[in-house]
């Protein structure tokens, strides 16, 4: 396969680390992410994730990582994905990495952008509606939809990740540590400079807390930040079968009005009241829509695995509970589905 031509590429030698044993960490990591594995020789090992590249090459006298990368956003991605596979294995080594470009430690990562809260409104029963406003929200297209919304502890002064020496992120800890939980961009508007996104109101929920400090008019909560892409995107598939609780409510009525008009398919629901969680879907007439009311546990796990019984051409998303993610995926295997065609990702855990 020919590698792909990226305009920047980066290095960091790994002494003392053999070849095949480099080759075996990323090998792994291709398995894992299915990632196309564009160079494989004895010379180097390259894979393709979206938007760059990463691996291995032998150089004069040893061996080095590889990093290359259209902008500095996915360049930190990229060297953010060697390191953090690196350390699994190798940690002393991830940590000393040294990448050849201009050292930023210490600066907020490129994929980081400081927001502030433009209004934070009731969406129905069951969710918070929050505006964000910030200099720019193109990361969250067509490819990429989610985020880390990066809330600074109460108390003390706001602490933000920060990049480390390696070129990986390093996120503040101890008692001025924020939450960063995972959320979707339910919409851009990048005239008015603005980025929706809808917050579940479950039970105990700590961004919850921090939505409703700021709808009671503190201004010191406003200020914040979001942290990505991370995930996937939108689908451009003619046949889809989605399933999400309410987590993943936002991330499918994104889909669901970005796919063609004439696809086809199913939407499984799963919410506390059925029907009654009236969120608004704007959903495709051939895309039949199913309400289910959550009871002995596991429902969307299980309407999901019906609806997947044969293996047929059509494009899987499920977004809900990380267990029943889990069994879904386990069942898809069982059952002949393709794990590459599979969008199967666990959005909370019980
Ligand atoms: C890719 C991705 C996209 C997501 N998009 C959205 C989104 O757009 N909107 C949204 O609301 N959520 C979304 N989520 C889910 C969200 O990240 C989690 O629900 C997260 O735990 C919320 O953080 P928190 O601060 O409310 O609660 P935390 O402080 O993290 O957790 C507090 C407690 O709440 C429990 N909890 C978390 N979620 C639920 C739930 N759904 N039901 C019951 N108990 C729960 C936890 O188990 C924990 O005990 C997304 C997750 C992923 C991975």
Known sequence: ?????????????????????????????????????????????????????????????????????????????MKNAVVVQMKKTQPDLAAALRWSDADDTGAVPPTFTFVTVQSVEPLG??????????????????????????????????????????GSVKWPDGDNAPHKPVYTARAIDPVAGTLTVDIYLH????????????????????????????????????????????????????????????????????????QGADYPLNVPDGVRVTWLSRDAGDTLGRAMMDAMATPHKTAVWFAGERGQAAKVREFAKDAGWNPKELRVNGFWKA
Request: glycine letters at 10%; a negative charge.
């Open 203 to 274: 039970e105990g929920g700590k961004t919850i807390a921090w939505a409703r400090e700021v709808m009671a008019g503190d201004q010191t909560r406003a200020r914040l930040g979001i942290m990505g892409p991370i995930g996937g995107g939108l689908l451009d598939d003619d046949a889809v079968i989605l399933a999400a609780d309410e987590t993943g409510l936002p991330a499918a009525a994104r889909i669901l009005e970005n796919l063609p008009a004439h696809a086809t398919g199913q939407l499984l629901v799963e919410t506390d009241a059925g």
């Open 125 to 166: 029963q069951a969710f918070l509606r929050v505006v964000l406003k910030g200099d720019d929200f193109s990361a969250y297209g067509r490819e990429s939809i989610h985020f880390r919304l990066v809330q600074p502890a109460k108390d003390g002064p706001p602490s933000w990740p920060t990049l480390a020496p390696n």
């Open 1 to 77: 396969m020919s590698r792909p031509e990226y305009p920047h590429t980066v290095t960091a030698d790994l002494p003392g680390l053999s070849f095949d044993a480099a080759r075996a960490i990323f090998q792994d990591q291709a398995k894992a992410g299915h990632l196309a594995v564009v160079d494989d020789n004895d010379r180097a090992f390259v894979l393709n994730p979206d938007h760059g590249l990463i691996g291995i090459e032998r150089t004069a006298t040893g061996l080095q990582a590889i990093a290359a990368a259209e902008d500095d956003r996915w360049m930190f991605i």
